[in-house]
């Protein structure tokens, strides 16, 4: 199996930064591409940002300029560096990863969410 740990929310003014982290751990033979989503109240989950195993990167529209996805793919961990935050970033954020494990199985799994939350 394969495990998702996030961390890294909080609470923040407006302009302020917070960066969160998420890592998989299990049977984890390589990891294509890992992204960060999120969902505010009563709203879908929506997409933040993905990175590939080759380092493309794309970004909602909304988080252009302030957000900035990177990978450790020695730690199999994700980030997501978030500057210059607005309340309408308030959300609750989810990792995922789209992996294959060692039994050659396509797979893709999504981290506990972790709240940001920012004040005007």
């Known amino acids: 199996q394969v495990q998702l740990v996030e961390s890294g929310g909080g609470l923040v003014q407006a302009g302020g930064s917070l960066r969160l982290s998420c890592a998989a751990s299990?049977?984890?033979?390589?990891?294509?591409?890992m992204a960060w989503y999120r969902q505010a109240p009563g709203k879908q989950r929506d997409l933040v940002a993905t990175?590939?195993?080759?380092?493309?990167?794309n970004y909602a529209d909304s988080v252009k300029g302030r957000f900035t996805i990177s990978r450790d793919n020695a730690k199999n961990t994700v980030y997501l560096q978030m500057n210059t935050l607005k309340p309408e970033d308030t959300a609750v954020y989810y990792c995922?990863?789209?992996?294959?494990?060692?039994?050659?199985?396509?797979?893709?799994?999504w981290g506990q969410g972790t709240q940001v939350t920012v004040s005007s």
């Open positions: 995922y990863v789209r992996l294959m494990r060692y039994d050659s199985r396509l797979s893709q799994y």
């Open positions: 299990g049977s984890i033979f390589t990891i294509n591409t």
């Open positions: 990175m590939s195993n080759s380092g493309t990167t």
